[in-house]
């Protein structure tokens, strides 16, 4: 069956030159930040940055890219760790310019959705709501009903860096703490628009779903692309590596986490989700891993139970090197409590029954692993919540100074993290073998995440070239097993360009020629983001 999606007309602003910067001293010493992104694994080259403000500048940038062979790295707030936006030569697309929160409307649920570009970031968004569109109700046209309750409602994905932009979030599947109870990005994106290398300019919404063999046609300015939707047996676990195929397929996950290799996003359409009413915020010691680890898993089954008054909004994990590191380079050395080997953190949605009933319940699971809430720290205020939140943030920011020290006796070194996925009947299992291999291979290692997705991140911090070699290799061994129980080699973070050769881990060669057939379909000489995934 063919199917054939007209594009539509670019959104035009009026805006009359595009900004493109050249000159390689001006670049060096003025846009050097645009070369490197968060992993810092190596420092890119470009011959150009263009800065759109609109999206007929976007569709625009890409014809000439096209007709010109020009490769272009879209590119957001940087905040990546996998080299995604280092460029490898040919033009960066900034979409910094494109920062509107354009409007918002309600479906009929009476569910709110919000519509904005792409350079939005995820701090904005949020002060947005929380303040009712204060500083931007006079560009903020026709929804003055959505302003007077907008703090009522809140964006759930929260990655570390809040000052991610929307557009590389959505590119990247980005998730957070609060993933565990409200999915990943996927889970909130209603809508894209979508510019393709060829210039078509799709408008996407949820429910466009095509089949497997299905032949799709994009007719646009610099001819017409074809996409054939290859089968796929997609898992079904958190997973972010590589092009989300499945049958149906509908066409706004195909974008969702393609890393920037398919399209340039220009305007994203999120729903939003109701505020909890309160928040309760617990971290919880233990004087065992083991402990920690079933009482994760005790959460996990309380938050299925619907009888339960456990509803559990985050759940994450800090290992025994993780509160050590909090004790010893943080401001919140008090709150680690003495002996403790081990801590999970949670945020509990308050408002399905009375403070006591909740308290009792989760004390009674404590007590089932030897602790309970008389050596918890507890926050149920805004302040309180925002220091938890930050404590929680303070482990990956004390990482990466860690191996800012060694950088300056090796610059060779760099962090090995891995993002690994299993199901959740492994994790006891997976956990074993993480801290056995680091400790065979003598490596400083700190274990932390998202416990409730079966997701933690294993840092392993080398301090010499030496170990930088046994840290890869513990990684590539690590994501073997991880794969032989049924999970993922990236759970939230893609693949980049960094952990392109996991693809082989995961997938066969077959798998992985089928990504590729969609890659070329629409971007057939390799324009967008080269180096990534490919």
Known sequence: MNIRIHGHEPRDDQVSEILFIDDPVRIRESYSRYLLDESRFQ?????GIWFPRCERQVRDILVQAGRNRIPLTPSAARTGILGGAVPCGGHILSLDQMQRILSAEADDTGIWRITLEPGVNLDRLSRFLDSNGTDEKES???TSGFLSVSDQWFYPPDP???SAHLGGTVATDASGSRSFFYGPTRNHVYGLRVV??????????RGMSVRAGERIEFPGPGGSLYLTIPPFNRK???NTAAYHLDDPLDLVDLFIGSEGTLGVITEITVDLSRKPVSLLGAVCFFKQEIQ????????????RNRNSVITACALEYFDQQSLFLLRERSPYATRVRDGAMAAIYIEQDMSNAPLEEILTAYDRLLQEQGSSLETAWGAWDARSLREMKDFRHAVPEIINRIIEEHRVRCPAIHKIATDLVVPGHRFEEIMAVYRKEAEDADLEYVIFGHIGESHVHVNLLPLDEVELDRAKAVSILLSRKAVQLGGS???????GKIKKELLKI??????????????NALDPHGLLSPGTLF
Do not use: C, W, Y
């Open 43 to 47: 420092e890119g080259h470009t011959d």
């Open 292 to 303: 920690a680890i079933r009482f994760a898993r005790r959460i996990r089954q309380e938050n």
């Open 140 to 142: 903020f046209p026709g």
């Open 506 to 519: 995961m997938f066969t060669d077959a798998e992985r020629s089928k990504f590729r057939s969609v890659k």
């Open 489 to 495: 080699v990236s759970g939230e973070h893609g693949i």
């Open 196 to 205: 393709l290398v060829n210039g078509t300019v799709l408008e996407l919404k």
């Open 236 to 238: 079904r676990i958190k």
């Open 160 to 162: 570390t860096e809040m």
